[in-house]
């Protein structure tokens, strides 16, 4: 049978109440950690993502519409050689130079939603066992620690035995209740010699009484004569 070390049931109660109020920390920064994950991944593939190609898209449109007015531009040459169209060329390689920006952010992106899916795979694995723990066997382990406080103060409140009544000696009376009689009673005769041999006779009385039987004797045998 095993055997244990219990010295305060209050040590017992004062454990589960910070058990408890561990879980319920557990569980709020579990929730708290879960929804940051869950923003930085809508942040991550819905706002960077959508921007990102938003700006791809705005600036295919700029390029076209530096490329026009630059045509535009170099037509005015035809007719005039003062005409210069520096300013639609520089303008043409700044839209360029943003398209490329953004076709590569939206590249990195799509790079980084992956590994971020991994990362955040990696994370539930480690703490999904402890917010099964919290929810199922937290539940176990604080009945078990209600029954253990119940099981000792029921244990503390019982009270000694009282010593247990022997039984009566083998050879008794046949009253079991009654305790047995030292000695027995004597029948009546045995009674009268038991008390002639406790008393014994004084020497001097036993001596006159002789003489006196003896007187008797003579003087009856002196009648009949």
């Not at 920006?101 to 799509?110: A, F, G, L, T, Y």
Request: overall charge negative.
């Amino acid at each position: 049978m095993s055997q244990a070390n219990v010295r305060s049931i209050d040590a017992i109660r004062e454990f589960k109440l910070a058990l408890i109020s561990f879980a319920e920390d557990a569980r709020i920064g579990l929730s708290a950690m879960e929804m940051e994950i869950r923003q930085v991944r809508n942040w991550l593939e819905r706002d960077q993502l959508t921007y990102w190609k938003a700006q791809v898209k705005r600036c295919h449109e700029d390029i076209a519409e530096a490329r026009t007015e630059l045509h535009r531009r170099q037509l005015s040459q035809i007719n005039s050689d003062a005409v210069s169209d520096s300013d639609q060329k520089e303008a043409l390689r700044k839209a360029k130079r943003r398209l490329e920006h953004s076709e590569d952010m939206v590249e990195r992106i799509k790079k980084w939603v992956p590994v971020f899916d991994h990362a955040m795979a990696e994370y539930h694995s480690q703490s999904q066992p402890l917010g099964d723990r919290l929810s199922g066997e937290l539940v176990n382990s604080l009945a078990v620690l209600d029954r253990m406080v119940t099981v000792l103060d029921e244990y503390v409140a019982m009270q000694a035995p009282s010593a247990p009544v022997l039984p009566p000696a083998e050879g008794a009376g046949s009253d079991a209740g009654s305790p047995a009689r030292a000695t027995t009673e004597p029948e009546p005769g045995a009674a009268a010699e038991t008390a002639t041999e406790a008393a014994p006779v004084d020497g001097e009385q036993a001596a006159a009484d002789t003489a006196v039987a003896e007187e008797t004797v003579e003087s009856t045998e002196g009648a009949r004569s």
